[in-house]
């Protein structure tokens, strides 16, 4: 289960990000996951609760919000929503040339904890 995995990468850049800020407590995380990350929300609340245990993240809120997956047209720059399984043919032009502009996001952005202002956001690199 790669949800799992994410789990404690996401535990791990938390705490690197509140140790030096003075932290003690992880209230809650926020992520951004894209309809075609791949992900099972389900699973990776669960795999989250389980990677936060005694760490400074245990008892934190996991908050996911989803990105629906966009795409456009290169030949006539029409924009769809893409669903799941994703249409990567343009429904204006038939034409096969989509760029994906959204949908594949799996990031932190933001964090709230104690001993240090509230909500601060934290900016991952994939």
Not at 13 to 37: D, I, K, M, N, Y
Not at 72 to 84: D, Q
Request: with cysteine; glycine share 8%; charged share 20%.
């Amino acid at each position: 289960m790669h949800e799992m995995s994410i789990a404690l990468a996401v535990v791990e850049q938390v705490e690197g990000a509140a140790r030096p800020a003075g932290a003690t407590a992880v209230r809650s995380v926020r992520l951004q996951v894209g309809e075609l990350a791949g992900v099972v929300p389900d699973a990776l609340a669960f795999s989250f609760e389980l990677a936060c245990a005694g760490t400074q993240l245990e008892g934190a809120e996991l908050v996911l919000d989803p990105v629906p997956a966009r795409a456009r047209c290169g030949p006539c720059a029409h924009t769809w929503s893409t669903g799941m399984p994703p249409r990567l043919s343009c429904p204006a032009c038939g034409g096969a040339t989509a760029e994906l502009l959204s949908g594949r996001e799996l990031q932190i952005s933001s964090v709230c904890w104690d001993d240090a202002p509230a909500h601060r956001p934290i900016h991952q690199e994939r």
